[in-house]
């Protein structure tokens, strides 16, 4: 496995690569990574001849008040976890934003709903540096977890607009065995916090397993459920418009954003028609 620093270094690694006829496979994360970021490299792995990961923690796609400085890192770890799954290039930027750096990547509509209306700009902080990661790497196919659905939709929807030969492709959530979804910032739960954080799972499974076809009964009893310190939303729509639906009629997701102590946690799910 090759680890660089340099985006010019992964440039030309992955046209050598692509120059070969070989099929590169982009997987970016911030690191601090899990079985749920393993799963993605393995993913990739099955789609394309070559995986190249990322591992920056994108201070644009955080606000002011959030946890850019004490964001867990573990460059150690997270390189033994790269070369366990295949990885053959592991890109560790000390900033991927050249002095004079000035555009912005901004998807419409779709990032100013749920996480978007709780957390401004923080999506445009994602498609920024996703564009140009995609620009450094030129990968065939780029990775994301279902774990951050919005994100997934919105990165589809810029590539569809902005980068025509790369394919996005999700991955399924992974969680732990009591069903907490896998995230970097888990580490931050205590003990008791870690149990009422499952509440976020236990609402979202009530919605998906329940008969009941009407959207509005459906959040009452996910809300009833929830044990957590501030709610930012609980909701279910459209998985690819985002858009809020009075009946589950058809395919459906349901997602949830709360604070559980200072931490800040998101889960979803895939609600089928009833
Ligand atoms: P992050 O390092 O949190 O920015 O995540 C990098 C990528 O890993 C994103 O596409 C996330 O959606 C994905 N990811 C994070 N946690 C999980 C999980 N538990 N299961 C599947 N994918 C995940």
Same mark, same amino acid.
């Given at each position: 496995? !090759?680890?660089?620093?340099d985006?010019?270094d992964?440039?030309?690694?992955?046209?050598s690569?692509?120059?070969?006829g070989?099929?590169v496979?982009?997987v970016p994360?911030?690191?601090?990574?899990?079985?749920?970021? *393993?799963?993605?490299?393995d993913?990739?792995?099955?789609?394309?001849?070559?995986?190249?990961?990322?591992i920056?923690v994108?201070?644009?796609?955080?606000?002011?008040s959030?946890?850019? +400085?004490?964001?867990?890192?573990d460059p150690e770890?997270?390189? %033994?976890?790269?070369?366990?799954h295949?990885? +053959?290039?592991?890109? /560790?930027?000390?900033?991927?934003?050249?002095?004079?750096?000035?555009?912005r990547v901004?998807?419409?509509?779709?990032?100013?709903?749920?996480?978007?209306?709780? !957390?401004?700009?923080?999506?445009?902080?994602?498609?920024t540096v996703?564009?140009r990661?995609f620009?450094?790497?030129?990968?065939?196919t780029?990775?994301?977890?279902?774990?951050?659905?919005?994100?997934?939709?919105?990165?589809?929807?810029m590539?569809e +607009?902005?980068? =025509?030969?790369v394919e996005?492709?999700?991955?399924?959530?992974?969680?732990?065995d009591?069903?907490l979804?896998?995230?970097?910032r888990n %580490?931050?739960?205590?003990?008791?916090d870690r149990?009422?954080?499952?509440?976020?799972?236990? *609402? /979202?499974?009530?919605?998906? +397993?329940?008969?009941?076809?009407?959207?509005?009964?459906?959040?009452?009893?996910?809300?009833?459920? /929830?044990?957590?310190? !501030?709610l930012d939303y609980? *909701?279910?729509?459209?998985?690819w418009?985002l858009a809020?639906?009075?009946?589950?009629?058809r =395919? *459906?997701?349901?997602l949830?954003?709360?604070?559980?102590?200072?931490?800040?946690?998101?889960?979803?799910?895939a609600?089928d028609?009833?």
């Amino acid at each position: 496995m !090759r680890t660089c620093n340099d985006p010019d270094d992964v440039t030309a690694w992955a046209r050598s690569w692509r120059s070969e006829g070989a099929r590169v496979g982009f997987v970016p994360t911030m690191g601090f990574l899990h079985r749920g970021h *393993a799963s993605l490299l393995d993913l990739a792995h099955a789609r394309c001849d070559r995986v190249v990961v990322s591992i920056y923690v994108n201070p644009l796609q955080f606000g002011p008040s959030e946890d850019l +400085d004490r964001y867990p890192r573990d460059p150690e770890g997270d390189l %033994r976890l790269c070369a366990a799954h295949g990885v +053959d290039l592991a890109f /560790l930027p000390e900033t991927l934003y050249p002095p004079g750096f000035s555009t912005r990547v901004r998807v419409e509509g779709l990032t100013s709903v749920l996480c978007g209306a709780a !957390r401004r700009g923080h999506f445009e902080g994602v498609t920024t540096v996703v564009a140009r990661l995609f620009g450094i790497v030129g990968p065939c196919t780029s990775v994301f977890g279902e774990k951050d659905w919005q994100q997934y939709v919105v990165v589809r929807r810029m590539a569809e +607009d902005l980068h =025509p030969g790369v394919e996005v492709v999700a991955g399924p959530l992974v969680r732990d065995d009591d069903g907490l979804a896998l995230s970097s910032r888990n %580490r931050y739960l205590s003990a008791a916090d870690r149990v009422r954080a499952l509440s976020l799972h236990r *609402a /979202l499974r009530a919605i998906r +397993d329940s008969r009941e076809p009407s959207v509005p009964a459906l959040l009452e009893e996910g809300r009833s459920l /929830l044990e957590v310190d !501030r709610l930012d939303y609980i *909701a279910i729509v459209d998985p690819w418009s985002l858009a809020p639906l009075e009946r589950v009629d058809r =395919p *459906a997701r349901a997602l949830v954003a709360a604070f559980v102590g200072n931490t800040r946690l998101i889960d979803n799910v895939a609600v089928d028609p009833r």
